[in-house]
């Protein structure tokens, strides 16, 4: 006699008696003449899985941004860069930019502005640095971001690091919070 083995398993919404609404997982697995069903909250299924997905999405994040995204050592060294960051650098590839600082991938007058702002964070002086700044495509193209940089501390509260994100601005938000001068 042979035994067939078969499951399904799917994340499923229910509905309580109470009306309040529940996200479970469904097992369903054959054994032979048998079928176990098994339902679990989500939320008891959450072990080591958080570590590892988060790894996931942050590379799905810098993957797929539009904005710069980027992360430095206390050396103000890249060590985590967005795909479109490359589109602003003398770098060919996001694992071109990990190592480098911004004078290495940036002209002066940029790198210049970038480090000013990341004193701030690493004097401890801000826990966030921000301007408005100008950006050009390395295909020419022109535009403004929202550039802001945390400090990113250990478990003791010490800066070892900073994240910056640089949001690429509207023109509408040009227009109405950008100073004409710059």
């Known amino acids: 006699m042979q035994d067939t083995h078969s499951s399904f398993s799917q994340t499923i919404r229910i509905v309580r008696a109470d009306g309040k609404i ?5 097992n369903l697995r054959e054994h032979g003449a048998n079928a176990i069903v098994e339902i679990y909250d989500v939320k008891s ?3 080591g899985i958080r570590d590892a997905m988060l790894v996931y999405n942050f590379n799905a994040m810098l993957e797929n941004t539009n904005d710069f995204i980027y992360f430095k ?6 060590t985590g860069a967005s795909k479109t960051l ?3 650098t003398s770098a060919q ?3 071109e930019l990990i190592g ?3 004078y290495e991938v940036f002209e002066r007058a940029y790198a210049d502005e ?3 702002l990341e004193r701030a964070i690493y004097s401890g002086a801000a826990d966030l640095a921000q301007e408005y700044q100008p950006f050009i495509t390395n295909d020419g193209k ?9 400090p990113i501390k250990d478990a003791d509260g010490n800066i070892m690091g900073l994240f910056g994100i640089a949001r690429i601005l509207s023109e509408d938000f040009k227009k109405d919070f950008i100073p004409k001068e710059l």
């Not at 050592?73 to 890249?78: M, Q, S, V, Y």
């Not at 022109?142 to 945390?150: A, E, I, M, P, T």
């Open 22 to 26: 529940k996200i479970v997982r469904f």
């Open 45 to 47: 299924l959450v072990s």
């Open 73 to 78: 050592d206390a050396n103000h060294l890249f």
């Open 86 to 88: 490359v589109n602003i």
């Open 93 to 95: 590839s996001q694992n």
């Open 100 to 102: 480098t600082t911004d």
């Open 114 to 116: 970038y480090f000013k």
């Open 142 to 150: 022109q535009g403004w971001v929202d550039n802001r940089k945390y």
